[in-house]
């Protein structure tokens, strides 16, 4: 089966530009899941999605950072404006339910300059 | 609130040596621990998962983890490394009550010829 699909894979901008980032899940899967990993961390958490309603987005920087699922398959997280902080490897997961194991992506790597 | 805490940031062995890679996990919940595989630009793969079932999990690629609650370990090992072994390495622990995943800073995996 095809696997977790994001784009672009990298993309390199200067600060208070705009980016945004896109996620096809797994066919079927209605959770999904953007984190964000700094070089040297693990993975955390932006926003959880089931379906295309918000389960969870206590991590995710309101102020600049937004994402949408409509019609609960594809995802789009954007970035407005971009800070120097913000330079990391954002991953998309998906899961077939919450309790589910969750598939990740390739991540695209942004780096903000 | 559950942690993990990854008591290597990087571990390097010959190949055909046996490889141990380190977690230590916080949990106030009946905890689910996994260790996820990241290779260079790939997305993060599961090697295997402990949910309350038997201590010592098998996983791919000849890896396993023992569960041990009175030492809150749950440390990786495998028998002899192979070069494609060399990887990053992502100790993460879930609670029961919220499955979400908390994943711990890393461990970088290099293998010597």
């Known amino acids: 089966e095809a696997g977790v699909a994001q784009s672009p894979r990298y993309k390199i901008i200067e600060k208070r530009q705009s980016v945004a980032f896109w996620c096809n899940p797994i066919?079927?899967?209605?959770?999904l899941y953007w984190y964000q990993q700094i070089l040297g961390q693990g993975p955390k958490l932006l926003i959880q999605f089931q379906n295309n309603g918000v389960v969870d987005d206590s991590q995710l920087p309101k102020d600049r950072f937004s994402a949408e699922r409509l019609k609960g398959v594809d995802s789009t997280l954007k970035i407005q404006p971009a800070k120097l902080e913000d330079s990391a490897v954002y991953l998309c997961?998906?899961?077939?339910?919450?309790?589910?194991?969750?598939?990740f992506g390739p991540g695209t790597r942004l780096t903000v300059l | 609130a559950q942690s993990v805490t990854q008591l290597d940031s990087h571990v390097s062995v010959s190949e055909g040596t046996p490889v141990l890679l380190r977690c230590n996990y916080s949990s106030s919940y009946s905890p689910s621990l996994f260790w996820y595989v990241q290779h260079p630009n790939k997305g993060l793969q599961l090697l295997l998962k402990?949910?309350?079932?038997?201590?010592l999990v098998k996983g791919i690629n000849g890896f396993e983890a023992e569960f041990k609650k009175s030492e809150t370990s749950f440390h990786l090992t495998k028998p002899s490394a192979h070069m494609s072994d060399a990887a990053e390495y992502f100790c993460?622990?879930?609670?029961?009550?919220?499955?979400?995943?908390?994943f711990g800073a890393g461990t970088t995996v290099t293998v010597r010829a």
């Open positions: 402990y949910t309350s079932a038997a201590t």
């Open positions: 997961a998906s899961s077939f339910g919450t309790i589910h194991e969750q598939f």
């Open positions: 993460v622990v879930s609670e029961s009550n919220d499955y979400k995943l908390s």
């Open positions: 066919s079927g899967h209605a959770t």
